[in-house]
């Protein structure tokens, strides 16, 4: 067996026995479901533990019952259960589960408008925090039916996160578990005073801790038992993804498992910052550039189309104003940067066309070794 498959096994394994609400379905097993026609590019990256390309005997599936998991989501009759099935590290199949107190003519309903299909094929992450809007005149039942798939998502989620770290991993080959960040920063103030954009950087890498510190200050989740992060979002969509781009490959940060998830091991520095003439690519010396990737369907602003940009502009400032103080606070260099290759950068992150690179920035230790704020 495989070092991934098995880890695949083990990991199934303490999944189930951490959760009482999850039961483990045999890999052989008929699925009910379609396979997810759709599934985000990026997907395997996504899913922890699995192998892109395994076969079905190293699937792991699991059916989440959400009974009890949202006892304040009621329909019209009363609690409205659903089961969710997961495989590999994405949504299968979302059904109502039976008996339940809904009536089967507001189950019809959800069926046509397409409800239960709206979360299959999205990798667990990214479907927890998907907006799936109501159903019309179905309103009560579909409000509820979504807030008990959330809570099954949620649960899966944190499930997840405590076998990883009861397995003492959470990643699959190339991923890189980070250390968790340390939080004992400057005063603000002192921040502020010395934050400012740095064009010099040293090629020395960051260290993990660094590393850690760094992508927690500008995205992490600070309030996790609300799934609250450091930055904030419009209508807390969490739509910002960060990749990091090194040398040595371009990595999906996983913020939950705080892992690094592998995703090419191309370099793709040279596709943020532009070269002034003349001037060296500061982005090509500097061990770390950032990318800001926006996720459309996870900001779901089809009925305000013209919000979508702004709001995903100022998401991103955000997150690059929390980068910036962190780097001022840790003696660290970075630029913000416009100057980017969007198209370039989607075709090396296999980005779906959901999704798209909107911002970068660079961060590295100050060229010559010095110190880049006052301590
Ligand atoms: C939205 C935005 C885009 C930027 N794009 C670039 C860029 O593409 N290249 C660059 O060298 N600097 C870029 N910068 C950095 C600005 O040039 C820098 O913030 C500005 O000169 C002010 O300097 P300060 O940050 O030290 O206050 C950008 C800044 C912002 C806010």
């Avoid at 059916?63 to 009363?78: E, Y």
């Avoid at 899966?156 to 980070?178: H, N």
């Avoid at 989607?346 to 301590?375: C, D, E, I, S, Y």
Wanted: aromatic share 6%; glycine share 8%; hydrophobic share 45%.
């Amino acid at each position: 067996m495989k070092a991934a498959n098995f880890l695949n096994l083990l990991l199934a394994t303490a999944v189930v026995l951490l959760c009482a609400k999850l039961h483990f379905v045999s890999p052989r097993a008929p699925s009910p479901a379609p396979a997810p026609a759709a599934a985000p590019a990026a997907a395997p990256a996504d899913a922890p533990g699995t192998e892109p390309g395994a076969g079905p005997e190293a699937a792991d599936r699991l059916v989440i019952d959400s009974t009890g998991l949202a006892p304040h989501a009621r329909g019209f009759g009363g609690p409205v259960p659903v089961e969710v099935e997961i495989t590999n590290g994405a949504v299968a199949r979302v059904s109502p589960k039976m008996p339940n107190g809904e009536s089967p003519m507001f189950f019809e309903m959800l069926e046509e408008a397409g409800l239960w299909n709206a979360w299959n094929g999205l990798p667990v992450s990214v479907a927890a925090t998907a907006r799936v809007d109501a159903v019309t005149s179905a309103t009560y039942s579909s409000k509820a039916a979504i807030a008990n798939v959330r809570a099954a998502l949620a649960s899966v989620s944190s499930a997840r996160r405590r076998a990883e770290a009861a397995a003492g991993t959470g990643t699959a080959g190339g991923d890189i578990a980070l250390p968790p960040p340390s939080r004992d920063a400057m005063p603000l103030g002192r921040a502020l005073e010395a934050r400012a954009t740095h064009r010099e950087f040293s090629s020395e890498p960051l260290s993990s801790q660094e590393l850690s510190d760094l992508l927690w200050a500008a995205n992490g989740f600070n309030r996790p038992d609300a799934g609250k992060r450091t930055a904030p979002t419009a209508i807390n969509r969490q739509e910002i993804d960060l990749y990091v781009c090194r040398a040595d490959g371009a990595f999906l940060w996983d913020a939950e498992a705080n892992v690094l998830r592998l995703v090419t091991t191309n370099d793709l520095r040279g596709l943020t910052g532009r070269m002034r003439d003349g001037a060296d690519n500061f982005a090509l010396v500097a061990p770390v550039a950032l990318v800001y990737v926006i996720d459309k369907e996870r900001q779901a602003m089809q009925d305000r189309p013209e919000d979508a940009a702004k709001y995903a502009s100022v998401d991103c400032g955000f997150v690059g104003q929390n980068v910036y103080l962190h780097c001022a606070a840790a003696g660290l260099h970075t630029v913000f940067l416009g100057s980017l290759r969007p198209d370039e950068i989607a075709a090396a992150l296999a980005l779906p066309p959901t999704r798209f690179a909107l911002f970068a920035q660079t961060v590295g230790k100050p060229a010559g070794g010095g110190a880049a704020a006052n301590p």
